[in-house]
């Protein structure tokens, strides 16, 4: 049987998880990154994939500098949905608001990964709480904890009950 693709976007801030949460979904995604202060940094974008429910589902991850506006513009032509990763253990920025409330205004189904619940301070409930009713999955990309549920989950939103195959 023929499995259906999805183009899921993963946006969020530098330092947020993008690329770990990629990772930790796809060991084998791919990853464009540059040395910045001593640390990488996605400059273009990151890939992967994985199967769920039927569907192949196509991860490209956007570099969280402003500077790479154009970047995110251009990965988020003809996206199925959207994931934002929030770092749990600081307070929702601005730009990750105005991206959550462009989303909603679009009609462009998204979800909010709460990353690094592992860590100290992590707090997801305010992360829901900055977000106004964004459904919003506590993971820890690092340690791998509740990212396939998270997903699967999402996609199983995306997806019509009639259109899964098991």
Known sequence: ????????VVFGTHGAGKSTFIQSLDPHARHIEALEDDSPTTVSMDFGRVSLCGHVVYLFGTPGQERFFFVRNILSRGMDGAIVVV????????????LCVWLKGSGIPFAVMANKCDCRGA?????????????????SAHEGTNVLPALESFVRELVPADARIP
């Open 1 to 8: 049987m023929e499995e259906h693709r999805l183009k899921v």
């Open 87 to 98: 770092d749990s253990t600081a307070e929702v920025d601005e730009n990750t608001y105005n």
């Open 123 to 139: 707090d997801p409930d305010q992360v829901a709480a900055g977000l106004d009713g964004a459904r919003v999955y506590a993971i």
